[in-house]
């Protein structure tokens, strides 16, 4: 090796320009490959006798024509679901700087766990006595997961974040039932998720917004004027959507409980935060984690995800069940929590999910786990200030795991959007990051980097980000050119609705 | 050991001197010392490759599964065949790894495989609209009935007693939320008796069919009974008897929903599983979930990207009908998958196969000494039996012999349960003569 070779720095492998893309043209659905009388399917020789469908299901009740699926081979199948992959980012591909989603890198090992034949090919109603294995799997995990979050007891059940926050909502209000309390208000910032008031509404209460003051924080005074005795509880993130840690958090939980509401954490930055503080010592009462941000289990395109949900000590008995528990002799049994507001799930929640999670708890261990949490802290900030000066970086404060800039300057003097600069990194072979939230931020550029991107990739992504900066105003509006299609109208979209190949072929 | 993080300790030093720290905790100076975790987590210390490896292992080998216990058991969650395709295509990374389509144009691989799962399903239901999936079947069915419920104020929901135990244990969770009253209607031999509701006012009426038990319902009752109030009708149906049965459309529903686990899913344990959902297209706007639509970028071609976005949580917020976010895409496309393996004949072919596997370890067990009917009612793919020995001891002891031998139901006031005196009983196409034969021997031993 020459030392010219030694050094060079190491090329940013987070960027995907060379993704190769085979032309420009579209990818034909797979209803246009099919031709009657092809098949891909085989089934096993099982001996049994072959009764017609007729002498099994009444007339009535019997199709006439079988439904109308598709008739490829199997060749043809496979090229065309291989040529959807070339159409499609993915971490595995490249830097995914989408704030609040934690797109960090999935270990290839938490692949291999989840697809272990003795979890994956287990059936649900399996006798305990039969899957000790599983058991003894959710009852670890969800040992750890309180370990990491402070709290008591946790379910593994809500398959998703918003599902876990429901679930949440729930307990507040069976702990307030029990109180023999009927509370009618959740406060939430409003900078929060979507999904905040979304559940807020489906557990039944009103959502009371309460605003950031001018650091981006909770505003104190207000939100002691909205805390009485109707709110329930208090959703909070932790760090914020803004990246920011809420520094005021003990006193937040203390005027909750002051008048006896609940303060719920949502999870969707704990990755900030692993083995440096925890949500129970915060004071927190109800928290629910996100499996496939925090925990590496892949977001598999928009799921599955899973969303557990950990509470304190006076909530435990509320929890939702089959709970996994072991007992003295070592074994393990499914438990019903005493005053369980009941099932949340068809049956444990999202278990290949809750595997993988544990393979990477595994890996990482407690001493890994905070390292997440420096490596992610010490990205988002070391990429902020490569951005000061050119970007607005509108609550300017230490961040934590993520960071919001804008391009609210910018874009009075050349045009730029925070939209344009997403779609023109997508040219620069990254994924954009979040853009036009949180709310309260115009012209919002959310950016996450994770613990997982090199220092060479989080300089290639802020050069990127510099370079676009500086280009010639109208530039970006032209962008995506190198992706598998450009721009694509989304007025047309919901104006002329086809949402199956039926309607394409026959248009309403 | 933080085998994730790629920074050496140069690296580290180099990036903190930038920032001008003098170490890792001082990037956390926010954080109130009282409130830092100065002992660190009491968890393990991280373990190599092959240490999580040989310990993911030891759990695995503690379950019984496959061979070691051959699987008649279904009640939701069905022993089929993924084929090779299924499982290769299913768990590529591109689709494994990737986020949300929230950036279409470079998302048009999951965008397209969810449209061609939408395709499919909307052909399975005999319904225009299908989302682009929601987490199971049960919470498919409670996106249901709040869709189907008045925007404003509690209403009343008609819930078959015979839809499955766990389903309807979800659905009256989620009701102290949203205030439904959830009625549930008794079965009588093992179908749904409409005459035996209560009066009321339903907002919904939901039937599975097949329902719990494996029974063919009288849907055409339910769609009366809707008609009468001014209900939705809202149909469970399951994939694969779609193969044989008409639609959910056909027969009269207004929403169909379903458990997909039987389209390339393997049973994992109870999950991740998959929520279909389907509707007619005049309530598209109050579809929960994400859609997918067809439509051009600049250049005139042909693009993909979610639509009706109005609709969702993240522009809605409170205003929202569901709090939908990450569904079960990867499963979606899994079924995607599956589905175009299967193909028309493929479908047709899996659901003959499963009905005669069905029908002939059924009449095999009723040749048993003791062995009667649960329920006379016609079956499908699924059914129940009475034997003369506990159901449920009877499963433990088949389970010592190598067979998952079913699931333990009952009937409790006239609605279905898990746990009670009879035995359900499911035979997928991967059950050959050879084994229910076996099976049906050691059924008879243990009975004896």
Same mark, same amino acid.
């Given at each position: 090796?020459?030392?010219?070779?030694?050094?060079?720095?190491?090329?940013?492998?987070?960027?995907?320009?060379?993704?190769?893309?085979?032309?420009?043209?579209?990818?034909?659905?797979?209803?246009?490959?099919?031709?009657?009388?092809?098949?891909?399917?085989?089934?096993?020789?099982?001996?049994?006798?072959?009764?017609?469908?007729?002498?099994?299901?009444?007339?009535?009740?019997?199709?006439?024509?079988?439904?109308?699926?598709?008739?490829?081979?199997?060749?043809?199948?496979?090229?065309?679901?291989?040529?959807?992959?070339?159409?499609?980012?993915?971490?595995?591909?490249?830097?995914?700087?989408?704030?609040?989603?934690?797109?960090?890198?999935?270990?290839?090992?938490?692949?291999?766990?989840?697809?272990?034949?003795?979890?994956?090919?287990?059936?649900?109603?399996?006798?305990?006595?039969?899957?000790?294995?599983?058991?003894?799997?959710?009852?670890?995990?969800?040992?750890?997961?309180?370990?990491?979050?402070?709290?008591?007891?946790?379910?593994?059940?809500?398959?998703?974040?918003?599902?876990?926050?429901?679930?949440?909502?729930?307990?507040?209000?069976?702990?307030?039932?029990?109180?023999?309390?009927?509370?009618?208000?959740?406060?939430?910032?409003?900078?929060?998720?979507?999904?905040?008031?979304?559940?807020?509404?489906?557990?039944?209460?009103?959502?009371?917004?309460?605003?950031?003051?001018?650091?981006?924080?909770?505003?104190?005074?207000?939100?002691?004027?909205?805390?009485?005795?109707?709110?329930?509880?208090?959703?909070?993130?932790?760090?914020?959507?803004?990246?920011?840690?809420?520094?005021?958090?003990?006193?937040?939980?203390?005027?909750?409980?002051?008048?006896?509401?609940?303060?719920?954490?949502?999870?969707?930055?704990?990755?900030?935060?692993?083995?440096?503080?925890?949500?129970?010592?915060?004071?927190?009462?109800?928290?629910?984690?996100?499996?496939?941000?925090?925990?590496?289990?892949?977001?598999?395109?928009?799921?599955?995800?899973?969303?557990?949900?950990?509470?304190?000590?006076?909530?435990?008995?509320?929890?939702?069940?089959?709970?996994?528990?072991?007992?003295?002799?070592?074994?393990?049994?499914?438990?019903?929590?005493?005053?369980?507001?009941?099932?949340?799930?068809?049956?444990?929640?999202?278990?290949?999910?809750?595997?993988?999670?544990?393979?990477?708890?595994?890996?990482?261990?407690?001493?890994?786990?905070?390292?997440?949490?420096?490596?992610?802290?010490?990205?988002?900030?070391?990429?902020?200030?490569?951005?000061?000066?050119?970007?607005?970086?509108?609550?300017?404060?230490?961040?934590?795991?993520?960071?919001?800039?804008?391009?609210?300057?910018?874009?009075?003097?050349?045009?730029?959007?925070?939209?344009?600069? @997403?779609?023109?990194?997508?040219? $620069?072979?990254? +994924? &954009? /990051?979040?853009?036009?939230?949180?709310?309260? =931020?115009? %012209? !919002? *550029?959310?950016?996450?980097?994770?613990?997982?991107?090199?220092?060479?990739?989080?300089?290639?992504?802020?050069?990127?980000?510099?370079?676009? @900066?500086?280009?010639?105003?109208? $530039?970006?509006? +032209? &962008? /995506?050119?190198?992706?598998?299609?450009?721009? =694509?109208? %989304? !007025? *047309?979209?919901?104006?002329?609705?086809?949402?199956?190949?039926?309607?394409?072929?026959?248009?309403? | 050991?933080?085998?994730?993080?790629?920074?050496?300790?140069?690296?580290?030093?180099?990036?903190?001197?930038?920032?001008?720290?003098?170490?890792?905790?001082?990037?956390?100076?926010?954080?109130?010392?009282?409130?830092?975790?100065?002992?660190?987590?009491?968890?393990?210390?991280?373990?190599?490759?092959?240490?999580?490896?040989?310990?993911?292992?030891?759990?695995?080998?503690?379950?019984?599964?496959?061979?070691?216990?051959?699987?008649?058991?279904?009640?939701?969650?069905?022993?089929?065949?993924?084929?090779?395709?299924?499982?290769?295509?299913?768990?590529?990374?591109?689709?494994?790894?990737?986020?949300?389509?929230?950036?279409?144009?470079?998302?048009?691989?999951?965008?397209?495989?969810?449209?061609?799962?939408?395709?499919?399903?909307?052909?399975?239901?005999?319904?225009?609209?299908?989302?682009?999936?929601?987490?199971?079947?049960?919470?498919?069915?409670?996106?249901?009935?709040?869709?189907?419920?008045?925007?404003?104020?509690?209403?009343?929901?008609?819930?078959?007693?015979?839809?499955?135990?766990?389903?309807?244990?979800?659905?009256?969770?989620?009701?102290?939320?949203?205030?439904?009253?959830?009625?549930?209607?008794?079965?009588?031999?093992?179908?749904?008796?409409?005459?035996?509701?209560?009066?009321?006012?339903?907002?919904?009426?939901?039937?599975?069919?097949?329902?719990?038990?494996?029974?063919?319902?009288?849907?055409?009752?339910?769609?009366?009974?809707?008609?009468?109030?001014?209900?939705?009708?809202?149909?469970?149906?399951?994939?694969?008897?779609?193969?044989?049965?008409?639609?959910?459309?056909?027969?009269?529903?207004?929403?169909?929903?379903?458990?997909?686990?039987?389209?390339?899913?393997?049973?994992?344990?109870?999950?991740?599983?998959?929520?279909?959902?389907?509707?007619?297209?005049?309530?598209?706007?109050?579809?929960?979930?994400?859609?997918?639509?067809?439509?051009?970028?600049?250049?005139?071609?042909?693009?993909?990207?979610?639509?009706?976005?109005?609709?969702?949580?993240?522009?809605?917020?409170?205003?929202?009908?569901?709090?939908?976010?990450?569904?079960?895409?990867?499963?979606?496309?899994?079924?995607?998958?599956?589905?175009?393996?299967?193909?028309?004949?493929?479908?047709?072919?899996?659901?003959?196969?499963?009905?005669?596997?069905?029908?002939?370890?059924?009449?095999?067990?009723?040749?048993?000494?003791?062995?009667?009917?649960?329920?006379?009612?016609?079956?499908?793919?699924?059914?129940?039996?009475?034997?003369?020995?506990?159901?449920?001891?009877?499963?433990?002891?088949?389970?010592?012999?190598?067979?998952?031998?079913?699931?333990?139901?009952?009937?409790?006031?006239?609605?279905?349960?898990?746990?009670?005196?009879?035995?359900?009983?499911?035979?997928?196409?991967?059950?050959?003569?050879?084994?229910?034969?076996?099976?049906?021997?050691?059924?008879?031993?243990?009975?004896?």
């Amino acid at each position: 090796m020459t030392s010219e070779h030694n050094a060079r720095v190491p090329a940013p492998a987070g960027r995907a320009t060379s993704a190769p893309v085979m032309g420009r043209d579209s990818e034909a659905t797979i209803f246009e490959y099919s031709s009657p009388g092809r098949r891909a399917w085989s089934f096993r020789s099982t001996g049994l006798p072959e009764w017609d469908a007729s002498e099994l299901v009444a007339p009535g009740l019997l199709r006439g024509a079988p439904v109308e699926l598709v008739e490829v081979p199997e060749r043809d199948l496979v090229a065309h679901v291989t040529r959807l992959t070339h159409r499609q980012y993915s971490v595995d591909l490249g830097a995914y700087p989408l704030g609040s989603c934690t797109m960090k890198y999935n270990p290839k090992l938490c692949d291999d766990a989840a697809s272990l034949p003795g979890l994956a090919n287990v059936h649900p109603a399996t006798p305990a006595s039969h899957c000790q294995g599983w058991l003894e799997l959710l009852w670890s995990l969800s040992n750890a997961l309180c370990e990491v979050t402070g709290m008591k007891a946790a379910t593994l059940a809500p398959p998703a974040g918003a599902a876990g926050e429901l679930t949440g909502l729930l307990l507040m209000r069976a702990w307030h039932d029990s109180q023999g309390e009927t509370r009618t208000k959740v406060i939430i910032p409003d900078s929060a998720h979507g999904t905040n008031p979304a559940s807020v509404t489906l557990g039944g209460y009103e959502t009371v917004t309460v605003p950031s003051d001018d650091r981006g924080l909770v505003d104190m005074t207000a939100l002691r004027n909205r805390l009485d005795g109707d709110v329930a509880g208090i959703m909070l993130t932790n760090p914020n959507t803004l990246g920011l840690f809420e520094e005021d958090i003990a006193e937040i939980a203390a005027a909750a409980h002051d008048v006896g509401a609940l303060l719920y954490y949502d999870g969707a930055n704990l990755n900030a935060i692993l083995g440096v503080t925890r949500p129970g010592d915060m004071g927190f009462d109800i928290v629910h984690m996100n499996l496939h941000k925090t925990f590496a289990v892949p977001h598999g395109g928009g799921g599955p995800g899973a969303g557990p949900v950990a509470v304190s000590a006076r909530l435990e008995d509320f929890l939702p069940g089959p709970l996994a528990q072991r007992g003295d002799d070592g074994t393990f049994a499914w438990v019903n929590p005493a005053r369980s507001i009941g099932r949340v799930h068809s049956w444990y929640g999202n278990a290949l999910a809750l595997a993988r999670a544990w393979s990477y708890i595994l890996a990482n261990g407690g001493d890994g786990l905070r390292r997440v949490a420096e490596g992610a802290v010490l990205n988002s900030n070391w990429l902020k200030s490569r951005l000061r000066g050119t970007y607005d970086i509108p609550f300017d404060r230490p961040a934590m795991h993520e960071f919001v800039a804008s391009t609210s300057t910018l874009k009075k003097q050349t045009g730029l959007r925070a939209l344009d600069v @997403a779609k023109r990194m997508l040219e $620069e072979g990254f +994924h &954009a /990051p979040t853009v036009y939230f949180p709310l309260i =931020v115009e %012209e !919002a *550029l959310m950016i996450e980097p994770t613990e997982t991107e090199s220092v060479e990739t989080l300089e290639a992504l802020a050069e990127a980000l510099i370079r676009i @900066a500086g280009e010639v105003a109208g $530039e970006a509006a +032209h &962008a /995506p050119r190198s992706t598998p299609v450009g721009r =694509v109208d %989304e !007025a *047309l979209a919901a104006r002329r609705l086809q949402a199956t190949w039926d309607a394409v072929c026959q248009p309403s | 050991m933080g085998h994730f993080v790629p920074h050496s300790d140069a690296d580290i030093e180099r990036m903190l001197a930038d920032l001008g720290l003098a170490s890792l905790d001082e990037l956390f100076a926010v954080v109130p010392d009282a409130l830092r975790l100065a002992r660190g987590l009491a968890l393990e210390p991280g373990r190599s490759e092959p240490d999580v490896a040989f310990e993911m292992e030891r759990l695995a080998a503690a379950n019984r599964c496959g061979p070691e216990l051959v699987c008649f058991a279904g009640a939701g969650a069905y022993d089929h065949e993924v084929p090779a395709a299924t499982r290769r295509l299913g768990s590529r990374s591109e689709f494994v790894t990737a986020y949300t389509p929230y950036q279409p144009e470079v998302s048009q691989g999951v965008l397209q495989a969810l449209f061609e799962y939408q395709t499919f399903v909307s052909r399975l239901a005999g319904l225009e609209i299908a989302n682009a999936s929601l987490y199971d079947g049960a919470s498919a069915t409670v996106e249901a009935l709040n869709m189907a419920a008045s925007p404003k104020g509690h209403s009343t929901m008609w819930v078959s007693g015979a839809l499955h135990p766990n389903w309807r244990a979800v659905i009256k969770t989620f009701a102290a939320g949203s205030g439904h009253e959830i009625v549930e209607i008794p079965t009588r031999d093992g179908r749904t008796d409409w005459d035996a509701a209560p009066p009321g006012e339903p907002a919904a009426v939901v039937v599975a069919n097949p329902n719990f038990f494996g029974v063919l319902e009288d849907v055409s009752a339910a769609r009366t009974a809707a008609d009468l109030h001014g209900a939705a009708l809202v149909v469970a149906f399951d994939p694969v008897s779609a193969g044989l049965l008409r639609t959910p459309g056909e027969m009269g529903a207004d929403i169909a929903v379903g458990e997909g686990q039987p389209l390339g899913t393997p049973m994992s344990f109870g999950g991740p599983y998959l929520g279909l959902f389907a509707c007619r297209r005049d309530l598209v706007r109050r579809l929960p979930g994400r859609l997918v639509g067809r439509t051009r970028d600049v250049a005139g071609r042909n693009a993909y990207v979610t639509t009706l976005r109005a609709r969702e949580q993240d522009i809605r917020r409170e205003k929202a009908s569901s709090n939908v976010c990450t569904n079960q895409t990867l499963i979606a496309v899994a079924a995607m998958i599956q589905l175009s393996w299967l193909g028309t004949s493929g479908l047709a072919e899996l659901a003959l196969r499963c009905a005669r596997g069905a029908r002939y370890t059924r009449e095999a067990l009723l040749g048993l000494p003791g062995v009667e009917e649960f329920v006379t009612a016609a079956t499908l793919r699924e059914f129940a039996l009475k034997l003369p020995v506990d159901a449920t001891t009877v499963v433990e002891r088949m389970a010592e012999e190598g067979f998952l031998a079913g699931v333990a139901v009952g009937v409790e006031s006239g609605l279905a349960t898990i746990d009670g005196e009879a035995l359900l009983v499911s035979v997928t196409e991967r059950r050959t003569k050879e084994q229910i034969d076996r099976y049906v021997e050691c059924v008879g031993k243990v009975i004896r």
